[in-house]
C-alpha cells in the first residue's frame, strides 16, 4: 500500500490549502485514516483522525475548528481543509493508515510541506 499526499504550499497567515492524500490498492476503506505534521526541531504531531467509514472523526486543540479532515473511499482519498493558517502551523504534513483506537498507524505517505508566512 501506498500513500501520496500532495497540496502543500506556501501561503500567507489567514490563508487556506487543501491537502490531499491518495492510497493504493483496494484496501483504503479498511483502515481509519490520519493526518500528522513535523515541525523543524519538533516532535510528530497527531492533528486529526478518521475512522474508516468517516462517521467519527478528531482533532488535535491546536487545530480544532480551523482544520476539517474528510475521506472519500470511493477516491482512495484522504483530504484536509486548511483554514485560518498561522505560522506555527508550518510543518511537513504526512498522512497514515492504521487503527486510529490502538495509536497504531501502519501505512505512511511521504509528505507535503506547509509554509505560512506572518
Known amino acids: 500500500v501506498q500513500l501520496q499526499a500532495s497540496g502543500g504550499g506556501l501561503v500567507q497567515a489567514g490563508g487556506s490549502l487543501r491537502l490531499s492524500c491518495v492510497g493504493s490498492?483496494?484496501?483504503?476503506?479498511?483502515?481509519?485514516m490520519a493526518w500528522f505534521r513535523q515541525a523543524p526541531g519538533k516532535p510528530r504531531e497527531l492533528i486529526a483522525t478518521?475512522?474508516?467509514?468517516?462517521?467519527?472523526?478528531s482533532y488535535a486543540d491546536s487545530v480544532r475548528d480551523r482544520f476539517i479532515i474528510s475521506r472519500d473511499n470511493a477516491k482512495n482519498t484522504l483530504y484536509l481543509q486548511m483554514t485560518g493558517l498561522k505560522p506555527e502551523d508550518t510543518a511537513v504534513y504526512l498522512c497514515?493508515?492504521?487503527?486510529?483506537?490502538?495509536?497504531?498507524?501502519?501505512?505512511w505517505g511521504q509528505g507535503t510541506l506547509v509554509t505560512v508566512s506572518s
Open positions: 490498492g483496494d484496501t483504503f476503506s479498511s483502515y481509519d
Open positions: 497514515a493508515q492504521g487503527v486510529a483506537t490502538a495509536g497504531r498507524y501502519v501505512n
Open positions: 478518521i475512522y474508516r467509514t468517516g462517521g467519527s472523526r
